[in-house]
Each structure stands twice: as C-alpha cells, then as structure tokens.
T-cell receptor
Framework: NAGVMQNPRHLVRRRGQEARLRCSPM?????VYWYRQLPEEGLKFMVY????????ESGMPKERFSAEFPKEGPSILRIQQVVRGDSAAYFC??????????????FGPGTRLTVL | EDKVVQSPLSLVVHEGDTVTLNCSYE??????LLWYKQEKKAPTFLFML????IEKKSGRLSSILDKKELFSILNITATQTGDSAVYLC???????????FGKGTSLLVTP
C-alpha cells in the first residue's frame, strides 16, 4: 500500500509564474491536509479538504492560493503569480474519517518550491 | 497566537548516549500533543499524548506530557546512528485536525 505521494518533489518557478502541487492520498483516505514549511519555521496548517469540499482554509493566504480535491484524481494546491516569499516546502497529509476521534495524518515527502 | 517551542534546535551525541528533547506550548483549546520523526522525507508519527503523566513507550523511545506546566519530553535511550533525524513536536487544538508544529530538533548521532 503506497503512502501519500506528492509530485513534483522539487519545483522551480520564476516570479509571476504559476505553481501546481499535487497530492495523492493513501488508498482509502478521503481527507487531505496541506501544510507549508517556510525556511527556519515549523509546518503550518493551510487547508483541509474532503472529496469535492473545502472544510477549512483558514490557514491559506487569501490571495493567489487555492486548493481542490476533485472526485477523481489528486488534490491540487495552486499558487498563482508566485513571489519569492512562496519558496517553501509544501507537505500534504491524508487520513481516514473516524467520527469523534483524531484521524491520524500520514504525511507525504513534500514538494520543495523555489521561486527565482 | 498559539506557540510551540522546541529545544534544543540541534544536538550532536555519540552512539549509546541518552537524549532528551523538549517541547513547550501555549495553545488555546489544547487537545493533544504529537511527536514525529522526519528523516529526508515524510514526517512519520511516533506518539500522541493526551493525558498528563502517562508515559508512552516504543522500544528505546518514550514520551510524557505535563499539561500543568505545558510541556512534553521525548527521550531516546542507547541512541543509534539511525536515530539521526529532525524530531517534530505538534499540538492538536480543538479543531481536531489542524496540527501546529514547532521548528523541530535536529539530532545527529555519531558513531
């Protein structure tokens, strides 16, 4: 059973370009979470999605960032018109759904985005 | 603003040593504290602590939570080179899913 997969592992973009980061959750997991790790900082929660629904995007910047988790295919984190400050490691995690309990999050290897 | 502070930020020890990693937190609506190990890729889950004073143990690793003093420690005994990694502490607040991570402690175990 493959773990959480993220691609690409490394992404280089020039200022003003778009970045698309993909996350395939573990088999059977219907919940996806995105975290960002800025240089010298801890991972920070960005957004929580279930299939076709955004549950909580309170940690995501209001502009240029969007996320989706379609019925078919991977979850996508999209950053439009990237700036140097977007350079970071972006981690995706997935979980099952167990009502009334913490759903253990399994992390992917991350995508390292570098904006030139 | 919620805070999770880990110390030390980095540590170098010899194989066989015992290490203690620290994590303190200031979080509204605390629910649980989690420890992860991060090698060159994905963070992997070690422990989740919800109750004070109950030690969780897995092989040479153990951890305990003090909810009164708002901290947790992760102990590793008889360290091995394979323990070299970044150890992350994260706090789970009342949302039940948003993890708030510290910056991590980078541990290097030398032969």
């Amino acid at each position: 059973n493959a773990g959480v997969m993220q691609n690409p592992r490394h992404l280089v973009r020039r200022r003003g370009q778009e970045a698309r980061l993909r996350c395939s959750p573990m088999k059977g997991h219907s919940h996806v979470y995105w975290y960002r790790q800025l240089p010298e900082e801890g991972l920070k929660f960005m957004v929580y999605l279930q299939k076709e629904n955004i549950i909580d995007e309170s940690g995501m910047p209001k502009e240029r960032f969007s996320a989706e988790f379609p019925k078919e295919g991977p979850s996508i984190l999209r950053i439009q018109q990237v700036v140097r400050g977007d350079s970071a490691a972006y981690f995706c995690a997935s979980s099952l759904q167990k009502k009334g309990a913490y759903n253990e999050q399994f992390f992917g290897p991350g995508t390292r985005l570098t904006v030139l | 603003e919620d805070k999770v502070v880990q110390s030390p930020l980095s540590l170098v020890v010899h194989e066989g040593d015992t290490v203690t990693l620290n994590c303190s937190y200031e979080v509204t609506n605390f629910r649980s504290l989690l420890w992860y190990k991060q090698e060159k890729k994905a963070p992997t889950f070690l422990f989740m602590l919800t109750s004070s004073g109950i030690e969780k143990k897995s092989g040479r690793l153990s951890s305990i939570l003090d909810k009164k003093e708002l901290f947790s420690i992760l102990n590793i005994t008889a360290t091995q080179t394979g323990d070299s990694a970044v150890y992350l502490c994260a706090v789970l607040a009342n949302s039940g899913y948003a993890l708030n991570f510290g910056k991590g402690t980078s541990l290097l175990v030398t032969p």
